[in-house]
């Protein structure tokens, strides 16, 4: 019944990928990892949404895009508890969960201000050595980004 | 090594540190050889370093090499606003390979994935500093005669001291253990703790000199600076309490060695420079014959 409710407010797509369950906060972290801004294809979202596990959770729906499993996983990073599933003919073919990737290229901002990545046009490289919680070690500088201090890049 | 940058002490295994430390013997027995002689090697020192800096040229200049570039940004294209991705790409047409100093940190990391030629980190702000940690091996192994089973004992700037953190990880690989001398404010970062008992090494904390000294095999000094502090009375209270005087090395092993990556400031009291155990004026020469070790097999000529 809860589907039924929220196609009411984004509406379905007959082929394409929607991930759900984004806690709302993060929707445009999300459309920024996954770099939707760029994309010409229909996008329709929604936000503040009811949900019970996530309180109020945001829907993204692309339609006629499958983004690569790597793609996807980026979005892990920020948001673990996002659910994926790919529509074809208007109906669930498959449902995927996202996981850290064991690297990461841009997405996230190094800590440390005095890394070359946050004072020169230099692409964030991250090896994550831990997935729960998310602790990034930079490439670079050398120096821990954890959870707690994670910020996401936007692509505007 | 051959062909392979080095920018972080972690990029060599035991067995690379053993064959610098081989090689850097050789040169120093016989340091005038004209190994370099028709190489080109960029010194680029986006932040002034006069002991670094000579001590690389000093090391090419006695092997026949030639050496560009400069001595502090302002004299660089970086002033105009070049970026380091463009001024690398450059000049790594104009020579062998580059030593590169600058204030950035993770810059010689990155120096190195846009350069055609090798890159040797000569200190990337407070991140790393290799060829300083292989002439500190190089110093212990030397007056040691080994550098597993030592005492070595690490003093005064422990939580932000790059030397001190890459002295540990190289010494990490031998049978080492460690004792901590700093003020609170200014200990060792847990994460080095961490993995030293992953090791199975032994270490201890203090937050002055004792008699404990006694046991020390190589005493390592560090500069404890102002402005690390964010409450200055209490640096005020610990700022002497890290001074080396010479009548405090009395109990000490007849085979200790005090060392020092230089710059000193009054860490080390004038005093023990006369002192047989003072080894940090001996130590930059050793990083003479390091740095020709380094250079020579990164180049593959030896």
Known sequence: ?156 | MFGRSLISINDYSKEDYLRILELAAEFEKNPKQNLLQGYVIATLFFEPSTRTRLSFESAINRLGGRVIGFAEAGVSSATKGESLRDTIKTVSNYCDLIVMRHPLEGSARFASEVSSVPVINAGDGANQHPTQTLLDLFSINKTQGRLDDLNIFLVGDLKYGRTVHSLLMAMSKFKTTFNFISPDELKIPDEYKLYLESLGLKYYEHKDFTEIISRADIIYMTRVQKERFSDPIEYEKVKNTYVLKNRMLENTKDTMKVLHPLPRVNEISEDVDENLKAYYFTQTLNGVFARMAILTSILGLK
């Open chain 1, 1 to 156: 019944m809860k589907e039924k409710k929220e196609q009411l407010v984004v509406s379905a797509i007959k082929d394409g990928t929607v991930i759900d369950h984004i806690p709302a906060g993060l929707l445009f972290n999300v459309i920024d990892i996954l770099g939707l801004q760029k994309i010409e294809n229909q996008i329709t979202f929604g936000t503040n949404l009811e949900s019970k596990k996530l309180n109020k959770k945001a829907i993204i729906k692309v339609s006629e895009v499958f983004f690569r499993k790597d793609d996807l996983d980026r979005i892990a990073l920020v948001a673990p508890q996002v659910k994926i599933n790919i529509i074809k003919d208007y109906e669930v073919v498959e449902k995927k969960v996202v996981e850290v990737p064991d690297r990461i290229e841009g997405i996230a901002k190094c800590v440390n201000p005095m890394c070359i990545t946050n004072n020169q046009n230099v692409q964030t490289k991250f090896e994550v050595i831990s997935k729960e919680p998310v602790i990034l070690k930079c490439q670079y500088c050398e120096k821990i980004t954890d959870h707690n201090n994670i910020v996401i890049l936007s692509h505007k």
